[in-house]
């Protein structure tokens, strides 16, 4: 099951509920009309893999992706148009793990990372208006996490790397020469405008791809945190893929496991930016 809000007029927000990714897919969009949901559209892909069926994953992310006003709802490689019909579908296959958003700012329209757990595997750069490739790296196995966002100041847009390989990858799909960090999260933290990588309850800064590839910040002793950050019995809020919450200055973490006393504690950066991030 996945759901999300999606402005499917550029005024009023509709709920979208999703449910099925490895083979049928079916997406409902409700708006609230007079204090009730009141059903806008529906899609289903029966066994048809041009609308979706095994072609989804295990998120969705919406977005205004054709410029028109009015969001897209992408579900890796199917991407669902405002009024319900399929905007594209690339029959890439079902895939764990992706990113959008303005990866690259110098190129027109919205980027897609995705990885594969379909042959070849491995991990594509999109476009996000029609799903065609930008450029694609094979796996030899089921690529389970990919990850992308500007962490190194020193390269321009967005870096993208993966389970697939260990390389770190810039826009134009050339390794940048650096080892490839955590590939959870990411996060906005120190108060500049890279982001920083974010897995489990440690968070990592990109500083430069020297030797070792990155410059490890311990935030408890760097920023006098209190004890909660680096207490064994903290933790996130999915073990798997090492995820929070809330993505931007705030880390949600789950406290008490091993007492068996279920708590919740919010660690806030006490870095100061003098810039506002829009959501």
Known sequence: FLGSVVYLDPDHPSAVSVRGYYTRMTVVAYDVVNKKLVKRWAHDSGTDTSKGNGNGNHNCMPADVDGDGRQELILGATCIDDNGSVLW???KGHGDAMHLGDLLPERNGLELWVCHEVSPFGMSLLDAKNGSTIFHYDAGKDTGRCCAGNVLASNKGSEFWGAGSGDVY?????SI???RPAQNFLIYWDGDLEREILDGTTISKMMSPDA???VYFDFKTDF???DWWSRDDD???QYEQGQTPIPKSKL????GLKI???GLQIGDTVSIGDMRICY
Do not use: E, H, R
Request: charged share 5%; aromatic share 4%.
């Open 212 to 214: 070792d590839g990155y």
């Open 224 to 226: 006098s945190q209190s």
């Open 170 to 174: 810039n826009g134009a799909g050339n």
């Open 260 to 262: 068996n006393v279920g």
């Open 89 to 91: 579908c690339n029959k």
């Open 235 to 237: 933790g996130n809020n």
């Open 252 to 255: 949600p973490l789950i406290s």
């Open 177 to 179: 020469g650096t080892t």
